[in-house]
């Protein structure tokens, strides 16, 4: 028996759980596999972004800004945060026209935001293409290294007196009327029926849509894919010291502590019966390099040194998260859909689901996400 009851161990379970014991509540944690080998683990780092970011998210990532800064203080362990700054880089006519009201709206919701003519873009990128013509800058934007900062977090959450089981994955829930009286998990090669004091947090990322759909009968609008990253050799210094994002390119580059650099932003992986993960597609890595390429030529020259698509994230059809209870199941709180850019907002959004778990009633700042919003 457990008061609270948390599906999944990534970053969003293990700071759910932390705050939760901080509070001194009962709270157990189960998690299919190890921490964070979902997609809070992986290669290299992940970008802690409120450049281009949906508006609704702005608020999250304010706070969050704040939370980050000192993160590593309150958990005891490192989290590899550093504010290296994002420049959203523009090379279109059609683009620069609009990035004013970007810049405007970013500012308005309290994230520094400069609109940067294409001289100043290359006084802070020196090695940027010609054909950049601009770009918006956000001083506070930075990378956390993803997987130590979730291990980091399930410690501090153990420390302060949650129990966290590994290996254990969730199978199922029982009800009585619209209340889950007990989750089913397999622990220890074993089939176990834990009992749910008072509330379920189900956190376990490309797995909630299908365990919703059989336990409580509710199709979410999501799905699944497997976001390809790369890291190209190292060339020491790289040639970028900044985050970088893109106005209209599949793009996203970020030079790592061991002087290579990682390339993503938004090319896929294929899903593989046979490992049961995602696995690279050829054109999807050079897609991918020569994107980076067309804006640093440097990069041309680099080696693909490792590319991974075995995290899975699910993505909602409107692009941010589902944070809510679902019918049928009154106390359960569901949050998903992160949409390849949850890492950043994680620390706030994690404290906000974990003061709705506490106080039973949904923080303003997270009514943008609600379930209802899908119907008309
Ligand atoms: C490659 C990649 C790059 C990304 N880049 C960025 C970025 O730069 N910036 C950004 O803001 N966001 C980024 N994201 C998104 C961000 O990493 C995720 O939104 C975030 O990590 C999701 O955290 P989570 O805790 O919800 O899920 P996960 O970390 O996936 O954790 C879910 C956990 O649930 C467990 N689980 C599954 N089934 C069960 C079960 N039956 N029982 C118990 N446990 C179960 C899994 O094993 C997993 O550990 C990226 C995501 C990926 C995959």
Redesign the pocket.
Known sequence: MADYVI???????CAIAWELAKAGEETLL????SI???????LGE????ANGRDLRELPLMRLAYDIWLDLHERIGGFTGYRRLGHLHLIEREADLAGAPAQVWMQNRQGIESHLLEAEQSRELEPQLSENVIGAIYCPKDGVAD?SATTRAIAEAAREAGAQIIEN????GLRRQGDVIISIRATIDGKDREIEVGKQVIL?????VAG?VRDNIGIELPLWRMW?Q?MALAADIPPPMTHLIGHAHRTL?IKPLPDGRVMV?GGWRGRWDEASGQGEPVAEQVEGNRLQAAAVYPALAELEVDEVFTD???MISVDGIPIIDTLPGAANMLV?VG?S???????PAAAKLMARWALSGERPEMLASFGYGRFFA
């Open positions: 599906v999944g161990g990534g970053i969003y379970g189960l998690e299919a596999k964070a080998s979902g997609a809070s683990g992986g992940r970008g802690v972004r993803h254990a994955p969730v199978t956190l376990s990322n490309a797995h365990f976001p990253v996203a993503s995290r899975a994230e949050g992160w390849g850019h949850g890492w950043a907002i994680a």
